[in-house]
């Protein structure tokens, strides 16, 4: 029997909402199990992991769920009030991956290693700086009136895309350090693969939430 319009769509959304609460218990759980695994305090090195889990696993993603239609915490909520608790979240982020980044900088200099030699290494600095572009990006949809020659719906297509950027390759740090030598020795087995499937579910359902928003943007142009 096939579908109706009405019920694909009440299934289509509740299939949206499913994912996004799990992305909301991801986003928490897998920092929870980041610092269990480090033990922040034991080690200057333990406050890398957790910090960047923080970063880009919590922060971020919070911070961008914040705008999803079925799933944001805060969805009662005026957008104006949305929108600066996403400033905030991303400051926070951005100033968990600037620490992160600085103490595992600092600690391969007094451990005498070399600086940004692997894959995570590279993804991740190249994820903190692109965090910091995106961050300075956003000032322009607080003063769009800096670009006079660029609409404020191109501003926010833009700084969406660019976002998702950002946050993928956040992801992408995370999974390279899930590679490390560090976590492998530490989570084995079934447990390392459901470690790594945390980063791709909350990308799935981030990238699924900026194309919506990508598409009803082209909807209500036409």
Known sequence: MALTAETESRLYRSLRVAAGAAA??????FPAAVAVLARPGSSLFSWHPLLMALAFSFLMTEALLIFSPETSLLRSFSRKVRVRVH???????????????GIITYNKHLNGKGHFVTWHGLTGLLAVLYAGGQCAGGVLLLYPKLMKNWTLAKLKLYHATSGLVCYLLGCASLMLGMCSLW??????????????????????????????AYLYRKRSQH
């Open 183 to 212: 976590f492998t020795t530490t989570v084995t087995g079934a447990s390392w693969y459901l470690a790594m499937l945390c980063p791709l579910i909350t990308s799935l359902v981030i990238m699924n939430q900026v194309s919506n």
């Open 87 to 101: 400033w905030a979240l991303q400051l926070l982020a951005l100033l968990c991956a600037l620490l992160g980044l």
């Open 24 to 29: 909301h218990l991801v986003a928490l759980g």
